[in-house]
T-cell receptor, first 115, second 117 residues
């Protein structure tokens, strides 16, 4: 078990380009979460999956954002037509749905810089 | 809805001094509460969690926190700060009831801890 892994760790892009981040959760975990963290703020919830089903989406997740978890394993978060305000750290986390204590295990994040 | 407020975005202590990081929560139902630590350019690591068992919770690296329902608080303490404790600390709350969103954590804004030699 190598923990939650995210790729790429850093992405610099120009405004208007599309970017995609990948998250590989801990293999036994069936819940997967995406959070966004901007400088000086705590992580803000974006969306989460239980297996392949996307169960909740935040209002922060505009139409330019889409997340998938097609086989209930890894997940991708795509941002279309990036804006400078999208610059942030995108964190992925995973957990067991049957784990009553609710601990989330986080990856190291993917830092996006939009120029 | 659940929320947390962390009082003080920056806390500075001397090495060996008491660390106290404050967290107050708001929840309509008994919550689960967590403290996470984040070192520069790293993800969040769980320090400790309260899940309605003992109100005094001990975590890793000598940290502990006490759940006080009457004060809606879950402050994080460590008797003696070490240089390696310098990091950003986040308090988080989760509903312990069922439903589709009960696994989600809501985080506070974080407190940056600086430790001076």
């Amino acid at each position: 078990d190598t923990g939650v892994s995210q790729d790429p760790r850093h992405k610099i892009t120009k405004r208007g380009q599309n970017v995609t981040f990948r998250c590989d959760p801990i293999s036994e975990h069936n819940r997967l979460y995406w959070y966004r963290q901007t400088l000086g703020q705590g992580p803000e919830f974006l969306t989460y999956f239980q297996n392949e089903a996307q169960l909740e989406k935040s209002r922060l997740l505009s139409d330019r954002f889409s997340a998938e978890r097609p086989k209930g394993s890894f997940s991708t978060l795509e941002i279309q037509r990036t804006e400078q305000g999208d610059s942030a750290m995108y964190l992925c986390a995973s957990s067991w749905s049957t784990e009553n204590t609710g601990e989330l295990f986080f990856g190291e994040g993917s830092r996006l810089t939009v120029l | 809805a659940q929320s947390v407020t962390q009082l003080g975005s920056h806390v500075s202590v001397s090495e060996g001094a008491l660390v106290l990081l404050r967290c107050n929560y708001s929840s309509s139902v008994p919550p689960y509460l967590f403290w996470y630590v984040q070192y520069p350019n790293q993800g969040l690591q769980l320090l400790l969690k309260y899940t309605s068992a003992a109100t005094l919770v001990k975590g890793i690296n000598g940290f502990e926190a006490e759940f006080k329902k009457s004060e809606t608080s879950f402050h994080l303490t460590k008797p003696s700060a070490h240089m390696s404790d310098a990091a950003e600390y986040f308090c988080a709350v989760r509903r312990n009831a069922g439903g589709t969103s009960y696994g989600k954590l809501t985080f506070g804004q974080g407190t940056i801890l600086t430790v001076h030699p």
